[in-house]
């Protein structure tokens, strides 16, 4: 069972519409989740953080975790062609010293169609 | 804000050769970078944490003599790919936790090294 599941897709959905991102995790002991959009060739950008149980919402971003569930989603709102990337899931364990050690679904790669 | 900076940004050299990247913490001290793997169509795969004064920690799986790290100074990184072979081209990321951040890492732009 791999640490951090995601569905690869592709997802496409058209302009306007919602997008959902899944992810589940096997480590209980997962202390932080984040969603990462990834660019080709290009390094992942931070979209959404998330630590505690519930909705977290952050302009047309909406992360949900259920830490009972090892789940954790991301909804894109009025989804833009420019939200055309791939959608990694990351867990973090924070590090003695501060910081998280991060592990990486395989993403999930979304597609806007106008 | 706080900026990783990796360099260089794509190598393509014959196969035998050492390669070494940078990962540099610009405006924040970095005891702790990662440096993850990334293969075409895959996610981040981390190879190894890299502390400032201490031998770096690697993940299983991940050849220590091959894939050199040394971690120096409180900002700079370096991962030196030792005799590197086609099989060793990937995409290079490194990344620093900065605690007084609300990103639980900075991500450099990565390096693409192509072995021929």
């Known amino acids: 069972q791999k640490e951090v599941e995601q569905n690869s897709g592709p997802l496409s959905v058209p302009e306007g519409a919602i997008a959902s991102l899944n992810c589940t995790y096997s480590d209980r002991v997962s202390q932080s989740f984040f969603w990462y959009r990834q660019y080709s060739g290009k390094s992942p950008e931070l979209i959404m953080s998330?630590?505690?149980?519930g909705d977290k919402e952050d302009g047309r971003f909406t992360a949900q975790l259920n830490k009972a569930s090892q789940y954790v989603s991301l909804l894109i709102r009025d989804s833009q062609p420019s939200d055309s990337a791939t959608y990694l899931c990351?867990?973090?364990?924070?590090?003695?010293?501060?910081?998280?050690?991060?592990?990486f679904g395989t993403g999930t790669q979304l597609k806007v169609e106008l | 804000g706080a900026v990783v900076s990796q360099h260089p940004s794509w190598v393509i050299c014959k196969s035998g050769t050492s390669v070494k990247i940078e990962c540099r913490s610009l405006d924040f001290q970095a005891t702790t970078m990662f440096w993850y793997r990334q293969f075409p169509k895959q996610s981040l795969m981390l190879m190894a944490t890299s502390n400032e004064g201490s031998k770096a920690t690697y993940e299983q799986g991940v050849e220590k003599d091959k894939f050199l790290i040394n971690h120096a100074s409180l900002t700079l990184s370096t991962l030196t790919v030792t005799s590197a072979h086609p099989e060793d081209s990937s995409f290079y990321i490194c990344?620093?936790?900065?605690?007084?951040?609300?990103?639980?890492?900075?991500f450099g732009d990565g390096t693409r090294l192509s072995i021929l």
């Open positions: 990351a867990v973090g364990r924070i590090l003695t010293g501060g910081g998280n050690k991060l592990t």
């Open positions: 990344s620093a936790p900065d605690i007084g951040s609300n990103q639980p890492q900075h």
């Open positions: 998330i630590y505690s149980n």
